[in-house]
Each structure stands twice: as structure tokens, then as C-alpha cells.
T-cell receptor
């Protein structure tokens, strides 16, 4: 119940394409879903986050889609660029707590 | 510039030795965290601290110890009791307690030789 399952493990996308990373959770108490971006040798950085009262949140080229009934959420990177090549982690938490459950990460490579 | 500084970036330790990883933040954040990252796994919480002189164990605290004597500093000691210490260690902080990690340091890669 505490797992967050992330897929795919790796993803290769052509420049200008759409990158899609999916996460699924089981604990219906989760109410905060952030995404992190991590470049090699660096720490993760908070990218975008969503709460279950909305089905979509967009920030620039990054969009989170949230399906509460399916207990799934996904990150879409529009017009993917080589600079987006990084590892992306989803996470889930109960807002107001310190406890974040992280997915296993997706390594994205955008080809020039 | 505000941020989190972890040092050293790379650390080698002989088996049976304790080693301390440094984490300093100048963001004036109340909460600080230590995570461990292993290949193919999500980040796992080792310890977190909501306030000076207070800290709580996370999911994998065995073999680790921390202190929080100052708001800006949260060092992690990897003791000889940690059976598999080779990993990438990340320190993080957030503005207030109960918010989860918002900012991460660049990490320390610890290798036991």
C-alpha cells in the first residue's frame, strides 16, 4: 500500500516529441504528488506537483495529469529537448507529513 | 546564493570505520532530511529533523546517526553497523515541517573499500 510504481524505467524520445512517464499508487490517503528532476551527479529538484482536487496542472512544457479513480498520475513533457535528459522521479505523500514515497525513477534521453 | 551544500562529493571508507557526511543550508529552513539513493530504487528516508535538537528515524535508520545542534547543519554519520553503506546520500530541506523535501544538495557518493 505504500508503493509508488513508476514506468517506464527508461525512455528515449526524439527532440520535439512528447515524453510521458507514468506512476500508480495504492494508498488512497495520498494527497500530494510531486515530480522531481535529477541530472547526473546532482540532487533532485522539485519540478512540479499536483493535488487530487485537480485533474491537470501545467507549468511551461511540463504537465501533470491526475486520474483519481485509477490512482494514477503522469508527467508529460511537451516539445522535449536534449536538455530535458535526466532522471525523473514521482512521489506521493500525505500533505502535512514528512513521509514521501518515491517511485524508482525514469531515465529520459532526448535525442538531438 | 541560497542552497544546500554537501561535502565531500566523493568519500571512500574502509570497512569498520565510521564516517560523517556534512550538510549545511543557508535557506533558513526548519526541516532537514537525509535520503539514500541506490540504483534502480527510489529515495529512501534515513532521518529527518523538524527543528533544532530534534530528529526522528526514517525507514532505514539502522546503522546511521544524526545530530541537529544548529538550524543550518544536519550531519549524518554512517557507522560500522551499517551493513551496506555504499550509496549516494542526499540531504534535503523544506521551509517548514510537514512539507517534505523541496531542495536537495548535490549529494555525497560513499564507497566502502
Amino acid at each position: 500500500q505504500q508503493q509508488v510504481k513508476q514506468s517506464p524505467q527508461s525512455l528515449i524520445v526524439q527532440k520535439g516529441g512528447i515524453s510521458i512517464i507514468n506512476c500508480a499508487y495504492e494508498n488512497t490517503a495520498f494527497d500530494y504528488f510531486p515530480w522531481y528532476q535529477q541530472f547526473p551527479g546532482k540532487g533532485p529538484a522539485l519540478l512540479i506537483a499536483i493535488r487530487p482536487d485537480v485533474s491537470e496542472k501545467k507549468e511551461g512544457r511540463f504537465t501533470i495529469s491526475f486520474n483519481k479513480s485509477a490512482k494514477q498520475f503522469s508527467l508529460h513533457i511537451m516539445d522535449s529537448q536534449p536538455g530535458d535528459s535526466a532522471t525523473y522521479f514521482c512521489a506521493a505523500s500525505i500533505e502535512g507529513t514528512y513521509k514521501y514515497i518515491f517511485g524508482t525513477g525514469t531515465r529520459l534521453k532526448v535525442l538531438a | 546564493d541560497g542552497g544546500i551544500t554537501q561535502s565531500p562529493k566523493y568519500l571512500f571508507r574502509k570497512e569498520g570505520q565510521n564516517v560523517t557526511l556534512s550538510c549545511e543550508q543557508n535557506l533558513n529552513h526548519d526541516a532537514m532530511y537525509w535520503y539514500r539513493q541506490d540504483p534502480g530504487q527510489g529515495l529512501r528516508l534515513i532521518y529527518y529533523s523538524q527543528i533544532v535538537n530534534d530528529f526522528q528515524k526514517g525507514d532505514i535508520a539502522e546503522g546511521y546517526s544524526v545530530s541537529r545542534e544548529k538550524k543550518e547543519s544536519f550531519p549524518l554519520t554512517v557507522t560500522s553497523a551499517q551493513k551496506n553503506p555504499t550509496a549516494f546520500y542526499l540531504c534535503a530541506s523544506s521551509v517548514r515541517t510537514g512539507q517534505g523535501p523541496a531542495f536537495f544538495g548535490q549529494g555525497t557518493r560513499l564507497t566502502v573499500v
